[in-house]
């Protein structure tokens, strides 16, 4: 808690998350312009703009707190704070896990940031509610996913410049499915690859609520690959932390 | 007294590297001992070893009674301040001490009194709500000093601490440094290169190198040893001169005795190889002879001397 409080504030009143989410917001705004504009010309169906609003939302808010968590451990190394921490009695593990805790708040501020857009896109169809509650459970479930790959990745980085890249270029490779033509988007192959994917299973899955009008139990094997990945990524990030070094690489 | 730090052979590999071999020492309770080497000889190293940041290869150790196989107990009885420590640059100092006393248990209120207390005793009290961005080096080592004290520890390790500091700055920190064995009672383990520091403040020393323990004991103890004085300069009333050099010269252990140029009444005593304890048995002859000696400096006696002797100079 004390870690994570102390995360908390850095974070906020530091600035940074600050100017992420004004990023977010900002562009958050453009999407929903976009997409409003493109529903008023019957292009979209209403329930497309929430989704797709939706879909962009929580791959953002998650890209956020992975930018974030990719500074966690490997920033500390580099400002030369990381000593420090280690030589105090807080286990590696509480440490790792304060930090993780604080920086998914950004995907909470994200999610706040979009429900207004979500509640203005999809208002008078009764598809608001279910609309924010499975982009938050599906944006959660990212979010600690990618949160804890940034953790992981941070904890192993000799420098936050080497952890920001390797954070993005994995990101790149989870989102490449997604930007795929239709065509090959298609067949088992295609469809194991969407389902294990986490960020394209939860946003299938958003899909599936928002647009098709499923219910919740209908499509929860979309939500095994998101749910799978923050557990196993989430403790696994948490175990790595007894390998933190100073120098990065393999426990010294 | 009672050993507060016990290493019993201590081996760091990285790798095929060997940081540290075989080091083995301790360190009595209100010590301060002063930790020397050149660069590389595994100072930081041997710290961190001790400060349970790093595992040993091989050996054991016990820092304030707990042993290296429950380093939280050790953690708790420590302070360290790392060597090139970094600090947040948005936090005020308070803020900083706070957090840190908060990570040893302090509830929120305790946690702040901590810090006021320990920030003026530091001589921060007027910077304490400041950025740690706008203080100087010498500041934030003292900061760093706080923030080793937040627990109170039994044993205080500092790495370089004056490392980068003007002269005024290196004052006030070794200042602090003998408060805490003083005033606090605390054991200090202090790595630096200001030998002339360590000779005034540390009551022992240990020189390391190239990993191992190269000398361990008194200043005056690992001196002598290392580099046991070969001459010495002495100086009586100007008309004694030739009794002096007489009786000098029939002293056991003096090989040469020569008029010290432009200094009316000194001169240059050269001890041979042999002898252990040189400039008794030369001073028990100037006493036989009723000479009055005004000065008598025993040359190579210095620590720097020892340093350099058995560090080879690196």
């Known amino acids: ?17 600050l100017l992420l989410t004004l990023a977010f917001s900002l562009l958050l705004s453009v999407v929903s312009y976009l997409v409003a504009t493109n529903q008023a010309l019957n292009y979209l169906e209403q329930r497309e703009s929430v989704s797709l609003t939706l879909k962009v939302a ?9 930018l974030a968590a990719a500074d966690t451990i490997s920033g500390e190394r580099e400002r ?45 169809i009764g598809v608001v509610g279910e609309s924010l509650a499975a982009g938050f459970v599906v944006g959660t ?55 294990v994917n986490p960020i394209t299973a939860g946003e299938h899955y958003i899909g599936k609520i928002v647009v098709d009008d499923h219910s919740w139990s209908h499509d929860t094997w979309w939500l095994v690959s998101p749910a799978l990945g923050a557990a196993v990524f989430g403790v696994a990030a948490i175990a790595a932390a007894r390998s933190i070094s100073l120098r990065g690489g393999s426990t010294s | 007294m009672s050993a507060v730090v ?11 590297h060997v940081a540290v071999e075989n080091l083995t020492f301790a360190v009595e309770a209100g010590e301060i001992l002063g930790v020397l080497g050149p660069n590389g000889a595994g100072k930081t190293t041997a710290i961190r070893v001790l400060t349970t940041i790093l595992s040993p290869t091989r050996g054991s150790f016990v820092v304030a009674g707990a042993p290296c ?129 360590v000779e005034e403040l540390c009551t022992r020393v240990l020189i390391l190198n190239r990993g191992r323990v190269a000398a361990d004991g ?48 000194g001169l240059v005593v050269r001890f041979s190889s042999a002898d252990d304890r040189p400039g008794t048995s030369a001073l028990v002859a100037l006493a036989d002879a009723t000479i009055p000696v005004h000065a008598f400096e025993l040359e190579g006696a210095r620590l720097s001397d020892a340093f350099l002797a058995m560090t080879g100079g690196d």
């Open chain 1, 80 to 124: 030369g704070t990381l000593e420090s921490l280690l030589v105090t009695p807080v286990s590696r593990q509480r440490l790792v896990a304060g930090k993780l805790a604080a920086v998914l708040s950004l995907w909470i501020g994200a999610f706040a940031i979009t429900t207004p857009y979500v509640w203005y896109l999809g208002r008078g």
């Open chain 2, 6 to 16: 016990e290493v019993h052979g201590v081996r760091k590999e990285y790798g095929s």
């Open chain 2, 69 to 197: 196989t429950k380093p939280t107990e050790i953690r708790k009885a420590i302070g360290v301040l790392p060597e090139s420590a970094g600090y947040p640059e948005q936090q005020t100092g308070e803020e900083f001490l706070r957090f840190h006393a908060r990570l040893y248990g302090h509830r929120r209120a305790s946690a702040a009194a901590v810090a006021k207390s320990l920030l003026a005793e530091v001589g921060l009290a007027e910077r304490a709500r400041s950025l740690v961005a706008s203080y100087s080096r010498g500041m934030r080592q003292r900061l760093g000093l706080a923030r080793a004290l937040v627990n109170d520890p039994v044993v205080v390790f500092l790495d370089e601490p004056t490392l980068g500091l003007d002269p005024a700055g290196q004052r006030q920190v070794l200042a602090l440094v003998r408060s805490l064995a003083q005033d606090r009672g605390a054991t200090v383990l202090l790595s630096t290169h200001l030998l002339a520091e």
């Open chain 2, 218 to 265: 008194t200043v005056s103890e690992v001196a002598r040893t290392a580099a046991a004085p070969r001459s010495a300069r002495v100086r009586v009333p100007p008309e004694r001169v030739d009794d002096a050099c007489a009786a000098l010269a029939s002293a056991a252990g003096v090989e040469i005795v020569e008029l010290a140029t432009g200094q009316p009444g």
């Open chain 1, 58 to 66: 929580v791959a953002v808010g998650a890209l956020l707190s992975l």
């Open chain 1, 1 to 17: 808690m004390v870690v994570a409080g102390q995360e908390l504030r850095d974070l906020w009143l530091g600035g940074r998350a």
């Open chain 1, 141 to 195: 479930l990212v979010a600690v996913f990618l949160a804890s790959l940034g953790v992981l990745v941070s904890t192993f980085s000799g420098s936050n410049r080497i952890s920001l890249s390797v954070s993005l270029l994995l990101l790149l490779a989870l989102f490449a499915p997604t930007q795929f033509p239709t065509g090959a988007q298609q067949g088992w192959a295609a469809n194991l690859l969407l389902r």
